[in-house]
């Protein structure tokens, strides 16, 4: 079964279409990265993976997003415990400023009680932050707060913090655009780790990135689908002009 599947979504603000009917398919445990241009529609469409789009009174969605087979958007759905379940990174590392390192990876598990002692809490915590590869980091200050960390640990943490609820999809809309070259390539690094349990949608803006870590690839333009398939393959032998073009940094 796909982790995810969207057939004929359409997402409108106020009356302009951004994005027109795609339909797409995300194998599980992987890195599947959506791609394209600035304004194409990437973002937009993550969001509608968890419903986040909706949070955005001009946004419309129609068509379906399926999640291991069930539409998000079936009049029975949640769409608070489908925000819960599946993990979402931006591109400003967020953790809670006010809250410790420590605190940042147990809140989510202690406000929806999903540990029943401190032993169990601090044992998810270790675990989330050696998951997110940060644990040799901050070990000796979990009671320190984020403000002390540089940005790519900061966004570690944020990986940390969504890891500890045992998302099966995470989202991450350009998760490096904002950190140093160290910083990125320990992310790039951290989603290879990830990526055996754990569904990865990748944002990304560059083709090289794409190229270097996902699995699969789709090449959005103007809110189309123009390409999707296994990154090798797009990138040595695409079937349309227009992602060779990209592809090749011809497009920009
Ligand atoms: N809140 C909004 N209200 C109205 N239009 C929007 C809004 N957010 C995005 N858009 C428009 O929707 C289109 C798609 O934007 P989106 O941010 O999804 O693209 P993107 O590919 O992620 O671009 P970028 O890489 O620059 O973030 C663009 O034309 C953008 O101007």
């Known amino acids: 079964m796909h982790a995810i599947e969207t057939r004929n979504l359409r997402v409108w603000y106020g009356d302009n279409e951004v994005i027109k009917g795609v339909n797409l398919q995300v194998p599980p445990n992987g ?120 940005g790519g640990q900061r966004q570690r943490l944020v990986i940390a913090r969504a890891l500890a609820m045992r998302p099966k999809v995470i989202l991450m809309d350009e998760p490096t655009a904002n950190i140093d070259p160290v910083g990125t390539q320990k992310i790039e690094e951290l989603l290879f780790e990830l990526k055996s349990d754990h569904t990865i949608v990748l944002v990304t803006h560059s083709p090289a990135q794409a190229a270097r870590v996902s699995d699969y690839v789709a090449f959005l333009y103007l809110g189309e689908l123009i390409e999707v398939g296994p990154t090798r393959k797009v990138f040595e032998n695409p079937e349309h002009e227009l992602t060779e073009k990209y592809v090749t940094g011809a497009l920009g």
């Not at 194409?40 to 291991?68: I, P």
């Not at 999903?114 to 009671?143: H, I, N, Q, T, Y």
Request: charged share 30%.
């Open 31 to 150: 890195v599947f990265a959506l791609m394209g241009p600035s304004g194409c529609g990437k973002s937009t469409m993550l969001r509608t993976f968890n419903r986040l789009l909706e949070l955005n009174d001009d946004a419309r969605v129609e068509g379906e997003v399926l999640l291991f087979g069930k539409n998000v958007y079936d009049p029975d759905v949640d769409p608070v415990e489908i925000r819960k379940g599946i993990g979402i990174v931006f591109q400003y590392p967020n953790p809670f400023p006010h809250l410790t390192i420590y605190d940042n990876v147990a809140l989510g598990l202690k406000l929806n009680r999903l540990v029943d002692s401190k032993e169990e809490l601090d044992e998810r915590v270790e675990w989330a932050l050696r998951k997110a590869a940060l644990w040799d980091e901050v070990k000796d200050r979990l009671d320190d707060y984020p403000s002390d960390l540089s």
